[in-house]
């Protein structure tokens, strides 16, 4: 499985900014794309990564970082094998690599994740 994001860039406090990942790869032939709990996680400089939002496999039910509540918006397209990730009111502590995130549990013995190669979000004047 490959994840690719892109989107990312400079934008000023209070902007917008679309995150989109695309997915590719023979993994989602035997793991079907929508059978994969999908995320969205960031890495700020000198922080941890921390988890932003989360969309179920079975179901789609979709969960949020308080920190983005209400500001951003988690989405997938099963069809496309997309990921997207909309961000409104942004601020300057929002500036991070985000990463896409593919993870998918079948049992102990199963167990798959993968992570796309980050996109860069300043947020700045």
């Known amino acids: 499985v490959q994840l690719v994001e892109s989107g990312g860039g400079l934008v000023q406090p209070g902007g917008s900014l679309n995150l989109s990942c695309a997915g590719s790869g023979s993994g989602f032939i035997f793991r079907p794309f929508e059978s994969y709990a999908m995320r969205w996680v960031r890495e700020a400089p000198g922080k941890e990564r921390e988890l932003i939002a989360v969309i179920s496999g079975p179901g789609g039910a979709t969960n949020y970082a308080n920190f983005v509540k209400g500001r951003f918006t988690i989405a997938r397209d099963i069809a496309k094998k997309t990921l997207s990730l909309h961000m409104n009111s942004l601020k300057p502590e929002d500036t991070a690599v985000y990463y896409c995130?593919?993870?998918?549990?079948?049992?102990?013995?199963?167990?798959?994740?993968?992570w796309g190669q980050g996109t860069q979000i300043t947020v700045s004047a």
């Open positions: 995130n593919a993870y998918y549990f079948g049992g102990t013995a199963a167990e798959f994740e993968y």
